[in-house]
């Protein structure tokens, strides 16, 4: 009741919710008046988004780059490629989110009092690590490389992939207003300092590597369904560790809705230029990424930022310059 | 209060979006994964004019090599060979259809390529779909072809061990020979040689595994002694320490099973250490024509292969070599593949012979004709048993280098040639 008069006194409050939930209902509605390629498209957006918040959530809170993102994707990947003939597939995403936590908890415990470049290079031999594991023991019990994954409809993974991309949301803007998220907040901008007015540093890291590798592996596992066959070169692709760092970079990754705007302009962009201009894809791509990496070192919501700001100056200045 | 509002909001709609998925139906009339579409009447459009043939292969990435030398020449080739006679008949239109391509890059990428290919499907409503390039990227699409009901007739990619996966995937047909018809015909070569042993090396992927795994028990069977087995990743850089280790145990056969990059590498090693045992075999690439651009008749002279067919195998074989060289021969990308060339070439011959035989581009009735009859192919007479190619219709298993001509050495009628054991010395640097 508070609210609603409180919403009756200043209407305005209501646009952004209102905003919000027209736009979750227009894309979660999508299936049923879009073309079937326009869910599958959106499918693959909302995975790149989950990947980049989630990256987003330890990597741009704490400002220790991880690549490690293929490495819980993939562990995903064979949660449902093991699992997927007996399991639904919400619960091999929540299995592919379980395994994903516990190793990189563990690997956290040992990882994360490394520092700088050399955590980042740990992580990427994390990936390679779980690849090559994986390769010999297919190889040597399997007698094969790859294996079939049980297949469900893009519409059946649309759906799962929309509730877990709004958790991450959610769990994204939480975690910031949280201690927790303010205990990140304070690593990144001094480590040392931060355990001198009693952070556990480590611990406060280990957590969030793990909580942000949840949610890597639970798409793992429902994209897993989509590929219907995967080896550990495809599982552990290490384009899936270094594509959500550049959508990051892309969007900007100081806003909670920095990462979620640069998975979608990149990925619409990607499928603009391969679909239209399969031959010069990868140089015009690249080029895109270098003009944006030079004009826009905050990302697309940076440059907003940037805009808006200008505009709020140029109407203070005219005020300040009335008589 | 705001935002505690908007948080409600959300979860609101999850809650109401967790509701509808469970209540999510199936796409568009799709058949749902692992039933075999209705093979119904296909809508005929009288306005239509051309046959759209399309979906995913590697233009850009690790892969480019594949659409750049193997498939791709051969699928445009035929493409404008079709439409140069003015197209395939097709009855039920009562008229000649040209080919339309509608190909998209999955930039090697195994996401891409299933999107790209459904892309194809669902939006372009292509009529026949491509092979994507790679064992693993034709398994991942055997799921969606036979999901949406579409002919998928593969190319570079396949593996014997899969024969039973690939069996619950009707609309997936394979072109290419693989271990359980070549192993047997090289270890037939080797104990025909008096080979007493050898030394295997195998790249760790899908080929490598299920060559070696059926090489090393079948040599075991035929009284050959295998003094080593060592696999090695796809970007080996340095492959002197494992030519040091063959040379040390003596072995008469090396074989080396695995692709052009690691092969050629071993190749060049080999030279440079002198290491000439009296069998040098290469997997995948040994019967590329681009081994003999690289390092000379000399050098590759004795050197065997996994193919293998020349143009001595036939007039067909013939004429469909100076067709693919009249129109190639100024292209340096393309090589000329003595295993695949002609087997990818006759599948895309049967496919279109079952769309004209049926008169239809109905893809369940052309699935049906393709399993139960026989074509006239490159290959001459062609026919599928559970879907892959019957071993009678190849040309050969294994080919050896012997002045410049892949010939064909398998111990059958089919054979161009006999073996050179030894193998001549490596060239005077």
Known sequence: MKLINEYKANPKKLILPVLVAALLVLLGLSPNFTKPYATIMLGTIMMYIILSLSWNMFSGATGYVSLATAAFFGVGVYVSAFFGSSLSLPLLMLMGGIFSFVIAFLVGAVTLRLRGVYFTIFTLGIVKLLEQLMLYLEITFNKTRGRFVVSYTFTEVFYWLFILMILVILLSVFIKRTRFGLALKCIAEGEDAAMHIGIGSTMVKILAFAISSFAMGAAGAAMATRWTYIDPYIAFSTNLSFLPVLMVIFGGGRHVFGPLIGAVVFAYIQELLITDFPYVYMLAFGVIMIVSIIFMPNGIVGVIENIVGRIKKAKGGRKNADP | ?429
């Open chain 2, 1 to 429: 209060m705001k935002k505690k509002s908007v948080l409600a909001l959300i979860l609101a709609v999850l809650a109401v979006f967790m509701l509808l998925s469970a209540c999510a139906k199936s796409e568009t009339g799709a058949p749902q994964d692992g039933q075999t579409p209705d093979a119904g009447e296909s809508k005929i459009d009288p306005n239509k004019e051309t046959i759209v043939f399309g979906g995913s292969r590697s233009i850009s990435g690790v892969y480019a090599f594949f659409e750049q030398s193997a498939y791709g020449p051969i699928y445009k080739m035929w493409v404008d060979e079709v439409n140069a006679d003015g197209g395939l008949y097709v009855e039920e239109y009562g008229k000649k259809m040209p080919i339309e391509l509608k190909v998209y890059d999955d930039t090697s990428d195994l996401s891409t390529m299933t999107r790209m290919l459904e892309k194809a499907i669902v939006e372009d409503n292509v009529d026949f779909i491509l092979p994507p390039v790679s064992t693993a990227f034709l398994y991942a699409a055997a799921p969606i072809a036979n999901k949406y009901g579409k002919v998928l007739m593969g190319a570079e990619g396949g593996s014997a061990t899969l024969k039973e996966s690939i069996a619950q995937y009707p609309y997936f047909f394979s072109s290419l020979n693989f271990s359980d018809t070549q192993v047997p015909a090289l270890v037939d070569i080797l104990k025909e040689e008096d080979i007493k042993s050898a030394y295997i090396v195998f790249i760790e992927d899908l080929h490598g595994t299920e060559y070696s795994g059926a090489a090393i028990p079948a040599l075991a069977n035929a009284g050959i002694d295998v003094k080593g087995v060592k696999s090695v990743p796809a970007d080996i850089q340095d492959m002197t320490s494992i030519i040091n280790d063959a040379i040390s145990t003596g072995a008469d056969a090396f074989l080396c099973m695995t692709y052009p990059d690691q092969g050629y590498l071993a190749l060049n090693q080999s030279i440079s250490m002198n290491y000439n045992p009296k069998i040098w075999f290469m997997g995948s690439g040994g019967g590329f024509s681009s081994i003999v651009d690289i390092f000379g008749n000399d050098v590759v002279e004795g050197i065997m292969s996994w193919g293998a067919w020349n143009t001595k195998s036939s007039e067909a074989c013939k004429d469909y070599f100076d067709r693919f060289y009249a129109r190639y021969k100024d292209d340096p990308n393309v090589s000329y593949d003595y295993w695949g060339l002609v087997h990818y070439y006759a599948g895309l011959q049967c496919v279109q012979e079952a769309i004209e035989k049926t008169g239809t581009l109905d893809n369940a009735k052309v699935r049906d004709y393709l399993a139960n009859n026989h074509f006239t192919t490159v290959l001459g007479d062609t026919w599928f048993e559970n879907n892959m190619i019957a071993p009678e219709c190849f040309m050969g298993n294994v080919g050896q280098w012997q002045n410049g001509i892949f010939e064909v050495i398998d111990r059958s009628s089919k054979a161009t040639s006999d073996p050179i054991v030894p193998k001549p010395e490596w060239p005077a640097a």
